[in-house]
């Protein structure tokens, strides 16, 4: 099935320091409040994980490619000053980049399920 809008999901999977899931959860949110206004985003879900309490992932969706994400969207100032911030309060980061090609219960894809 092919995906009738150009939309592109990163998948970003945080592990992060000891003590510091608070002051990532602000940073996030000052970056979040920042991205939510740009005309190309569509949603975003944090999710803590149940078995790691230092592990949390970050499921944003964006209208475009991951080349036009890239682009236009990573070099925005108010991610010059998350990514800076970023390196004192994790481990590590794993950024996934998925195109959607089914769902169930939205209209990412406009496809219909039989």
Do not use: C
């Not at 969706?61 to 000053?81: A, D, H, M, Q, V």
């Not at 950024?95 to 990412?108: A, D, F, G, Q, V």
Request: proline share 4%; net charge negative.
């Amino acid at each position: 099935m092919s995906n009738n809008k150009e939309n592109v999901i990163l998948y970003i999977r945080f592990r992060i320091k000891s003590e510091k899931k608070e002051e990532f959860k602000e940073l996030l949110s000052a970056n979040m409040r920042a991205m939510e206004h740009e005309p190309a985003f569509v949603s975003a879900v944090l999710s803590d994980d149940i078995d790691n309490p230092n592990e949390v992932t970050l499921f944003e969706i964006w209208k475009g490619t991951k080349e036009s994400w890239l682009k236009e969207e990573l070099p925005k100032p108010y991610r010059k000053t998350y990514e800076n911030k970023l390196v004192d309060l994790i481990d590590e980061r794993i950024i996934s980049y998925l195109t959607p090609t089914n769902e169930w219960r939205t209209n990412l894809t406009n496809q219909k399920i039989d």
